[in-house]
């Protein structure tokens, strides 16, 4: 692992980082960093218990959002196990740029569509990323943690 990424891990995990230096690129890097290092179980485990953890220190446990974290999860997981770039988390997202957008189609925490502005930089968003607004059928289909 690059000495960046393990200075990211740890400031994720000191809660370190600003709330508002951490925002979704970052979130999939972490989440990234921590599959490819622990594998889906352990990896899973710490993305989990390290957001929810950032969020309390930050003071909005709220805003941790289990659906959501388990979406990315399974996606990242799948990927790294899939696709040919998944080695490289920016030859990965340069490959998939909509990875980055964090208002694609998403859904709330009970599975609900939210009401999320959708912006469509790269094109039409690829189906696998549409499918987020059936969570948790789509979730569900893809190999990880319950």
């Known amino acids: 692992m690059k000495p960046e990424h393990e200075a990211l891990l740890h400031a994720f995990e000191a809660a370190e980082i ?4 951490f925002r979704h690129r970052d979130h ?8 490819r290092r622990d594998g889906l179980e352990q990896g899973a485990e710490k993305i989990v218990a390290g957001i929810q ?31 040919p770039a998944a080695g490289d ?26 009401r999320v502005r959708v912006r469509r930089p790269h094109g039409p968003i690829p189906t696998w990323i549409r499918c ?3 969570i948790p059928s789509f979730v569900d289909s893809l190999p990880g943690p319950p």
């Open 132 to 134: 987020r607004s059936r």
């Open 18 to 21: 600003p709330n508002a230096g």
């Open 53 to 83: 953890r950032f969020a309390a220190a930050k003071g909005v446990p709220a805003k941790y959002n289990h659906t959501e974290t388990l979406f990315w999860i399974k996606v990242l997981n799948h990927l790294i196990l899939t696709h």
């Open 89 to 114: 988390f920016d030859a990965l997202t340069a490959q998939i740029p909509h990875l980055l957008d964090s208002a694609c189609p998403c859904a709330t925490g009970d599975g609900k569509p939210s």
């Open 28 to 35: 999939l890097l972490m989440a990234w960093l921590y599959l």
